[in-house]
């Protein structure tokens, strides 16, 4: 067995000149896999990205045939930006490795999880740095700080993999450079410096980038009523609907959210547990 958190979308996600990067959010809702292996010729049942990701582990562990069932349980609802697929992709790979007796090291998890899609960095301990196209950064930038989230939706889904296909992404990243930067700055600031304030003004920046070249309209009024609400800032999903709402611990709110609430979360170290 073996659980991977998801994500509220991304604290920083864009390109440096060619180099594209995220900033993992990791919060409170998981994916848990279930693994069960036996020796000999047959077939892995269970859904297609874990079995690829299960077949990737017993290849690099060097086992013989086996047969076997994976089931996945999850908190996390797909197409929202939350790390649904990665979470069930790393669950399963460090289930299958488990029912083996071995345990594998996050950046090997990081790697079958990129040879199946691009995938986010919820594997590294901490809020980390990733590369989530190619692997070629993975950096821990800090321990989870003990935030709160209220996880809000946009409507709709987005399917990762078609979004990060579209030829046309460059460009609009190019776009959106100069603002990553500023956010990207902002964010490892308060990060090592625990200030929750700058992470949010960083989240903001990063979230508002991507509705400035992806369009939508519905950041505004998220963004006003947070200020009401005496949020540090918003955080948003780049390839996905979901948006989270960063508040210090122990926060209160009675004003009514003006999207669709899946409810608060609150923020966890990566890893797979």
């Known amino acids: 067995m073996a659980a ?3 994500t509220c979308g991304e604290l920083v996600q864009g390109w440096l000149g060619e180099q594209p990067f995220l900033i993992t959010f990791p919060v409170d809702r998981f994916a848990r896999a279930v693994v069960e292996l036996e020796a000999g010729p047959g077939e892995l049942a269970g859904p ?3 079995r690829r990701a299960v077949a990737r582990v017993l290849e690099l562990l060097q086992e013989g045939p086996c047969r076997g069932r994976i089931r996945i349980r999850s908190g996390l609802p797909p197409g929202k930006g939350m790390a649904s697929s990665t979470a069930d992709v790393v669950a399963a790979a460090q289930a299958a490795a488990r029912a083996l007796g ?4 996050p ?3 990081a790697r079958i999880a990129l040879e199946v899609e691009p995938s986010d960095g919820l594997m590294l301990p901490g809020i980390a740095l990733f590369d989530h196209r190619g692997g070629r950064v993975m950096r821990v930038l800090a321990e989870a700080p003990p935030w709160q989230v209220l996880l809000l939706d946009r409507g709709g889904t987005v399917d990762t993999e078609r979004f990060n296909a579209s030829p046309e992404l460059p460009r609009r990243e190019a776009r959106r450079e100069g603002a990553v930067r500023e956010a990207l700055a902002l964010v490892e ?3 090592a410096s625990g200030r929750g304030d700058l992470v949010g003004r960083g989240a903001t920046i990063s979230a508002q980038a991507q509705e400035e070249v992806l369009g939508g309209g519905e950041l505004g009024p998220v963004l006003e009523w947070a200020r009401e609400a005496g949020a540090w800032g918003v955080s948003a999903a780049h390839s996905g609907t979901v948006l989270g709402v960063i508040f210090p611990p122990g926060r209160r709110v009675k004003l009514a959210p003006p999207l669709a609430c899946l409810g608060w979360a609150r923020c966890v170290g990566g890893g797979v547990r």
């Not at 071995?102 to 090291?105: D, H, K, S």
Request: net charge positive; hydrophobic share 40%; charged share 25%.
């Open 4 to 6: 991977a958190p998801g």
């Open 48 to 50: 297609p990205k874990a």
């Open 102 to 105: 071995r345990e594998l090291p």
């Open 107 to 109: 950046g090997l998890l």
């Open 189 to 191: 600031r308060g990060l």
